[in-house]
């Protein structure tokens, strides 16, 4: 196993080793040798010390004579190699907890090891749920991350790390019941998290050997993470909204747990965007979509975001960013990283995320086909369309018109409103002949007319609306004839 001058240092802070290492000290070094070799370590006396050189950094160790340092730096090269032996033989047999708890002779420090659903997978058995603060605690009792601690760590920085695939970030106690700081590494496969491993500072300060030898973890979890994943029905580290858009099972409490993070409520309006890779040579600029997805995050930060196969998909919820938000949010990234993105409408209840999604896929089919050289395409536009081509009844109705969907979902199967707006668009918008159909007084037609007006989104002047609302209309009336 080959180390950096930081990882021996490390090994070495018993003696009080004087330490003389750049930031940025690689991980080259093969071994301990008396003369100079290259990608060794160097050791040799000066005076009553030994210096222990590794390709310009060092450290000196005091009164110490060259063979005693040699013996010690060879050890140091020996026990990471019987440590690198035991952690492989761990992962192997997927043995999470096993190699958490070697991690634990690396680091000092309690180590974590988190889904990507921020579910414990292991953490160090060396600390008891008392022994390292509040939130551990929480961890040990209930096995997933707390709602106010994952928010906290999120917004200090958990979800905006480098674009690089093995990046670590530190992430700064406060709040909560963080108490102590993190070191952070993603478990990445193709863009699509898997996890992360944690390693908590409490009784050593970390440093750029504990970030070299956090990455190198992570190297070595990620295949097995990623493999257990797709062969294990059992062990699921799938992104829970991504799951429910697949229409594959999902508990409740896992799902109230996702939302309880993002602060978001069952019944509240979402909408999806999904972003492609516009394959266009000579426009903009082009990006690896896991950049992508951190840059979006970074303008975002409430939304849920994943990437999944040529796409990044954007959950939004309609209480936190309205889509003319998002869409200003959106614009130069999509204008200078050579992006388009499709949206659906913002529909109720976070089991229509399939038909949402659905949505915004129509709309970049039906954008690109029609629109080619544009790069924001709104499912309203294609909805008609998208409607005649489906047959399945609960993506219809997520599909309706968003005016005639909220009214039918205020008032329900008998809304006044609703067939004040069926008729009144039926005749044209003709008041007079709206009231004799009504059999209401002109007078009161006017008013209630009025007061619908005022409620509607989108203007009945266009034609294309209008239409929209009458097929929305008639879709809801079979979908009640067919629930009762």
Aim: proline share 2%; charged share 25%; aromatic share 10%.
């Amino acid at each position: 196993m080959k180390l950096s001058m930081w990882m021996i240092a490390n090994r070495l802070s018993a003696l009080d080793p004087e330490v003389h290492i750049r930031d940025s000290a690689p991980i080259i070094l093969r071994s301990a040798r008396r003369a100079y070799a290259t990608n060794c370590v160097h050791v040799f006396q000066v005076g009553k010390d030994a210096i222990c050189n590794g390709e310009g950094d060092y450290v000196r160790l005091k009164d110490m004579s060259a063979s005693q340092a040699f013996e010690i730096i060879q050890c140091v090269f020996d026990f990471y190699d019987d440590w690198n032996s035991d952690i492989m033989e761990a992962i192997s047999r997927m043995d999470y907890q096993q190699a958490i708890d070697e991690s634990w002779h690396i680091f000092h420090n309690p180590v974590l090891l988190l889904d990507a659903n921020c579910k414990v997978l292991a953490m160090s058995a060396q600390y008891g749920e008392d022994e390292v603060d509040g939130e551990w605690k929480h961890l040990s009792e209930y096995g997933y991350l707390s709602a106010d601690s994952f928010r906290y760590l999120r917004s200090a920085g958990m979800g905006k790390e480098s674009s690089q695939q093995s990046a670590v970030r530190m992430i700064r106690s406060g709040g909560s019941g963080v108490s102590v700081d993190w070191m952070s590494g993603r478990l990445l496969e193709n863009g699509t998290l898997l996890g992360r491993l944690n390693v908590l500072e409490l009784e050593r300060k970390l440093n750029t050997g504990d970030a070299q030898l956090l990455q190198y973890l992570v190297s070595l979890l990620t295949p097995s993470l990623s493999w257990r994943n797709e062969k294990d029905e059992r062990f699921s580290s799938k992104n829970v909204f991504w799951e429910i858009i697949r229409k594959n099972w999902i508990g409740r409490e896992a799902i109230d747990r996702q939302l309880n993070y993002m602060n978001w409520e069952r019944e509240d309006r979402f909408r999806v965007f999904l972003l492609q890779s516009c394959g266009r040579s000579g426009v903009g600029e082009t990006v690896s979509l896991p950049l992508m997805v951190n840059l979006i995050a970074a303008y975002i930060p409430k939304a849920s975001l994943m990437k999944t196969d040529d796409k990044i998909v954007v959950i939004v919820n309609e209480n936190q960013f309205a889509e003319s938000q998002v869409k200003v949010l959106l614009a130069d990234i999509l204008k200078q990283k050579n992006l388009r993105t499709g949206v659906s409408l913002a529909v109720r209840g976070i089991g229509n995320l399939h038909s949402v999604y659905r949505q915004a896929e129509a709309a970049l089919t039906y954008g690109i086909m029609e629109c080619p050289e544009e790069n924001y395409f709104s499912f309203y536009d294609y909805a008609m369309d998208f409607i005649v081509e489906n047959s399945e009844q609960k993506v219809l109705v997520c599909a309706c018109q968003p005016d005639v969907l909220r009214l039918w979902e205020e008032e329900g199967e008998d809304g006044g409103q609703i067939r004040i707006l069926k008729s009144y668009l039926a005749n044209e918008r003709s008041l007079a002949k709206t009231a004799a159909s009504l059999f209401v007084h002109r007078n009161t037609l006017v008013y209630r007319v009025k007061k619908i007006l005022e409620m509607l989104e989108y203007s009945l002047e266009e034609d294309y609306t209008r239409d929209y609302m009458k097929l929305s209309i008639r879709i809801l009336e079979l979908y009640r004839k067919k629930e009762t």
